[in-house]
């Protein structure tokens, strides 16, 4: 069993220590030993997403329980190995190695989930700060064959939002099915999730990008690759701004990356909805055309609002479908760091401390922040 020098007994870490409302604490916590098939790792930085805010407030109507008082939030960790567990020698990782905590913290490998790559959906699958320490503290423990690898010369706090935020999107952009060439409106584009999509959109595919947020977020859209913009604020027919854009005929997808009106989506083929809004998800298969695609990615909070408008007429005689996309796979976390590390995508983030982490939440709740935060996990 390999380890590293100077492992302090003690470390700080950021808790839920008030679940259901906007309140976190800095605690200090005993240093865990990694188990069989473990890693103990030193973490320097976890990047903050709406789900920790969704989890922290108990907001998520299908949560099986309620989240628990001293909860370790977060799951976009990066750090280095300092400890391994037995059994780990031939699990490809070694001590000194950075890498990655994602949404899953890890998956049993065995389900039929599992064994049909669809991690997010392991019967037996361990989700980072929600019953499971996360990624808000200086150190964790985590599953040695489940971590990801952080590419060289990638910046840690550059990388971390896209253990969830980028191959969130990108994993939802690829099973949009939209071409190369095609025109994508990304609503919310200059959120934390949207400024991602634009990239990998614009960039990655090679899409056509319309960007639609609030006007302050004009430049981060535009920076990310959009080719066009259109403000919600002063913009009375979403659609026919799209439409004008697009010679008439309106969009081929269109993605829904935050908490904002999708009224232009109705000349969208291709719908992903990335929102946390329950009203991204009303009547979306009335926004698209023919052969058009809902992807579900946004979890509602409080009371869900059904597909509406989901009757077997519309089905056939439009030829619609809808799936669902939660965060990505193993490989496509490798890929989207992959792109990350080539510089076709670069999270536009701050950084803070971790005594910031409520003020983070309540700028997030108020719909104020732009890109996205990553906590510095450094004394």
């Known amino acids: 069993m390999a380890s590293a020098p100077e492992i302090p007994k003690k470390y700080k870490a950021a808790i839920y220590d008030k679940p259901g409302s906007v309140s976190t604490k800095i605690v200090e916590l005993d240093m865990p030993e990694p188990g069989a098939g473990q890693v103990l790792i030193n973490l320097t930085h976890s990047g903050v997403c709406h789900s920790d805010y969704g989890v922290m407030s108990n907001s998520w109507a299908g949560l099986p329980a309620p989240t628990a008082e001293g909860q370790v939030g977060g799951h976009e960790g990066i750090g280095k190995i300092v400890k391994l567990g037995s059994g780990c020698e031939t699990s490809g990782v070694k001590v000194g190695d950075r890498v990655g905590i994602k949404w899953m913290a890890g998956v049993c490998d065995t389900c039929e989930a599992c064994r049909a790559g669809v991690d997010a959906s392991c019967f037996n699958g361990k989700i980072s700060g929600y019953y499971t320490p ?16 952080i ?11 896209m253990l969830c935020a980028g191959v969130t999107v990108y994993s939802a952009l690829r099973k949009s099915g939209a071409e190369s060439g095609k025109w994508v409106v ?21 899409h056509r990008v319309i960007g639609v947020d609030h006007s302050s977020k004009k430049d981060i859209v535009l920076e990310s690759g959009a080719e066009h913009f259109i403000p919600i604020d002063g913009t ?4 026919e701004a799209v439409k004008a854009l697009t010679d008439g005929l309106g969009a081929h997808a269109a993605q829904v990356s935050s908490l904002l009106p999708i009224s232009l989506a109705a000349y969208c083929s291709v719908n992903l909805v990335m929102s946390a809004a329950n009203a991204a998800y009303a009547n979306t298969l009335d926004m698209l055309r023919f052969k058009g695609r809902v992807v579900c990615v946004g979890i509602p909070e409080g009371k869900p ?4 408008s989901g009757t077997p007429q519309a089905f056939v005689f439009k030829s619609l479908s809808v799936v669902g996309s939660a965060v990505g796979d193993r490989r496509e976390a490798i890929e989207t760091l992959d792109f990350a590390a080539r510089g076709v995508v670069k999270t536009h983030f701050r950084t803070e401390k971790m005594d910031k982490l ?3 939440f309540e700028e997030m709740e108020a719909g104020k922040l732009k890109g996205r935060v990553v906590l510095d996990l450094s004394d």
């Open 305 to 308: 609002i059904p597909i509406t």
């Open 134 to 149: 996360g990624t808000f503290q200086q150190y964790v423990v985590s599953q040695a064959n489940y971590v990801t690898p």
């Open 236 to 239: 009375d027919d979403m659609a």
């Open 358 to 360: 409520t003020s983070v």
């Open 151 to 161: 590419p060289d010369g990638l910046d840690s706090a550059m990388a971390a939002p």
């Open 186 to 206: 990304i609503l919310g584009a200059g959120g934390g999730l949207g400024h991602l999509a634009v990239q990998f959109s614009a960039r990655a595919i090679g």
